[in-house]
């Protein structure tokens, strides 16, 4: 840019010679906290305030053959899976010898149906991390035995 850029009062205080923002700006005000949120609380409240009504007309128009009316019912009236707790029954995990049993319970789940299958992969990869860290606990305690055990011995 030109030595001439036309620095007004407000920007020279963030702006050098050049236009470019100086070293340590902050980069202006930015958008007053809690803005968007404010909106969209706002539409929350009536819609909860009109919700029943709002429904009952998009049953009856669903009813009648309106398809876009039925696709609304079903998706907010049943909105996508969000995650949400499962239990599943599982021993202990404090050795790797629970894990089996533990990965059976969960599979057993799954098949019965109690937990879903996204839900299980999700367990299967907590349970299979928490494996690696355990049986890698316990080899690092084998291998300390071990040395203290050899240490004693002499074979060191």
């Not at 010679?17 to 809690?34: S, T």
């Not at 839900?119 to 299979?128: K, P, Q, R, Y």
């Not at 991390?129 to 291998?143: A, K, N, P």
Request: glycine fraction near 8%; include cysteine; aromatic fraction near 4%.
């Amino acid at each position: 840019m030109s030595d001439d850029f036309p620095a007004s009062p407000e920007t020279a205080a963030v702006r050098g010679r050049d236009g470019r923002f100086v070293k340590g700006n902050p980069g202006g005000p930015g958008r007053p906290r809690r803005a968007v949120n404010e909106a969209a609380d706002d539409l929350d409240r009536i819609a909860v305030g009109a919700a029943r009504e709002l429904i009952d007309v998009a049953i009856t128009q669903a009813r009648n053959g309106n398809m876009v009316a039925l696709k609304l019912v079903l998706d907010r009236g049943w909105p996508v899976h969000r995650r949400r707790p499962v239990e599943v029954a599982t021993p202990a995990l404090a050795h790797s010898t629970d894990f089996l049993p533990a990965q059976a319970a969960l599979t057993d789940a799954v098949l019965c149906g109690d937990v879903s299958p996204d839900d299980g992969a999700v367990i299967a990869s907590l349970l299979e991390e928490q494996y690696q860290r355990v049986s890698s606990r316990e080899i690092d305690e084998e291998f300390e035995r071990r040395t203290r055990r050899a240490a004693v011995k002499g074979d060191c």
